[in-house]
């Protein structure tokens, strides 16, 4: 079956610590994206990337880091910078132009 | 101008009744308008959308109502089911040849009493 997957499904971090979140999908799709959602708040986007080796600053990505080497992975590290990292994390994809996107079923980032 | 305002904020409906989301927006440029349904701990799922050349998009039990001059777009879910509580997200996005930047309302929750 296509679809994304995102893991780990829950994440802890501690102090000073940087972890990554991963996305891979097998949809064939050109644009990933990855949101943060807040409880009770709406998807904010902290990164995109329309292509491999290219990425782009959503609208909250102080904090954030992201790579895309391979059409079908667009992992996120959530860096020490970022100090309120709390938070379900959601990737997605979408072919390009107004097309709908794909979710994964998200990583849960929790604060030791 | 880029936000989406969504509300109500939580609704609770009795089964069998119809429940409604409104959406408004500012950008005239938006020109794709999908709903999205969220149960806890998964991602979004696409359940209808609409493009501002019609004012009314009908799947099964959920139909969307499009009022381009107000710029107002509404979710109308018919004989609502116990089944259908969950978090509901509007949008909007322009992409055109490039990324699918959607804009999301800030969600709606949704209950359905039994």
């Known amino acids: 079956d296509g679809g994304i997957t995102q893991s780990p499904k829950y994440l802890f971090r501690k102090e000073g610590q940087n972890v990554t979140l991963s996305c891979e999908q097998n949809l064939n799709h050109d644009a990933m994206y990855w949101y943060r959602q807040d409880p009770g708040q709406g998807l904010r986007l902290i990164y995109y990337s329309q292509i491999v080796n290219d990425f782009q600053k959503g609208d909250i990505a102080e904090g954030y880091s992201v790579s895309r080497e391979k059409k079908e992975s667009f992992p996120l590290t959530v860096t020490s910078a970022q100090k309120n990292p709390t938070a379900f994390y959601l990737c997605a994809s979408s072919m390009m132009g107004n097309q709908p996107q794909h979710f994964g079923d998200g990583t849960r980032l929790s604060i030791l | 101008q880029q936000q989406v305002k969504q509300s109500p904020q939580s609704l609770i409906v009795q089964k069998g009744g119809i429940s409604i989301i409104n959406c408004a927006y500012e950008?005239?440029?938006?020109?794709?308008f999908p709903w999205y349904q969220q149960f806890p701990g998964k991602g979004p799922a696409l359940l209808i959308a609409i493009r501002p050349d019609v004012s009314e998009k009908k799947e099964g039990r959920f139909t969307i109502s499009f009022n381009k001059s107000a710029k107002q777009f509404s979710l109308h879910i018919m004989d609502s089911q116990p089944g259908d509580s969950a978090t509901y997200f509007c949008a909007a996005n322009t992409g055109y040849s490039s990324a699918s930047k959607i804009i999301f309302g800030s969600g709606t929750r949704l209950s359905i009493r039994p």
């Open positions: 950008n005239t440029a938006f020109d794709y």
